[in-house]
């Protein structure tokens, strides 16, 4: 059955999380209409997720960082060690790594929710709906939801057991054992990025066209599936140039 606007009542920032699980259709026509600040949340547990769940894992990262160093050393000259080994020794420091990530944490959600929007945006209005940039950004960043809830898990489950998930999503199915070499290959990335929290967030963007841009179920189903493979092409970029510029 289709929501209309006037069966949605405005309601506090807590009634709308739950109803991002238990209704999202209902609690993004909210958000774009009544709620469009309280999107601090999804951005919050986004951010603390990740921060959370680097902070947890930040020995075992500290220690894969170091082996990477060293594989890179090995194929040096001494003279080219010692000239390299320094900097290269400040960068796998354990406060160096957390400074680093929490500031990529913080760029790469603030650009993947604008390109996000973009792509909702303008798939929208190409389809001939007429949304608002204010209302999207705020029901876009709610989608995130389950993509903060993965980080939360993850890091629970870095604490428990001490270690990292070293192959996200579907990625254990392509992996070589190879670490920097998995990291280069854009079908392990690709296969990475897949999990029921993907899963979940993809399906959110589908009910956010059709609630709250108003589009037809084709419409919606087509823009979905460009978004999806968008994303995951953005992220196969530093593989495919990393790739490009690795000696065979």
Do not use: C
Request: cysteine-free; glycine content about 8%; overall charge neutral.
């Amino acid at each position: 059955m289709t929501i209309t606007s006037s069966e949605i009542q405005p309601a506090n920032v807590f009634v709308t999380f739950v109803d991002m699980i238990a209704a999202p259709g209902r609690a993004l026509q909210r958000i774009s209409v009544y709620s469009r600040r309280s999107w601090w949340l999804p951005a919050l547990l986004a951010f603390g997720g990740a921060v959370l769940n680097l902070a947890v894992t930040l020995e075992q990262r500290t220690e894969e960082a170091g082996r990477q160093i060293e594989i890179q050393l090995s194929s040096m000259t001494p003279e080219q060690i010692e000239a390299a080994r320094p900097t290269m020794d400040r960068f796998t420091e354990p406060g160096t790594i957390l400074i680093m990530g929490v500031v990529t944490i913080a760029l790469g959600l603030v650009v993947a929710w604008l390109i996000s929007v973009m792509i909702v945006y303008l798939g929208a209005s190409v389809s001939g709906s007429t949304p608002k940039l204010n209302a999207l950004w705020p029901a876009v960043v709610w989608t995130w939801l389950p993509l903060a809830f993965r980080e939360l898990l993850q890091a629970v489950w870095g604490g428990v057991n001490g270690t990292i998930v070293r192959y996200p999503g579907l990625s254990y199915l392509l992996a070589t054992g190879d670490t920097a070499a998995d990291q280069l290959a854009p079908l392990y990335l690709a296969a990475s990025q897949i999990d029921l929290f993907a899963l979940w967030h993809i399906v959110l963007i589908f009910v956010l066209l059709r609630s709250v841009t108003k589009l037809g179920m084709g419409s919606s189903l087509i823009i979905t599936i460009l978004y999806s493979a968008i994303n995951i092409g953005l992220r196969l970029i530093p593989a495919l140039l990393g790739s490009a510029f690795t000696p065979s």
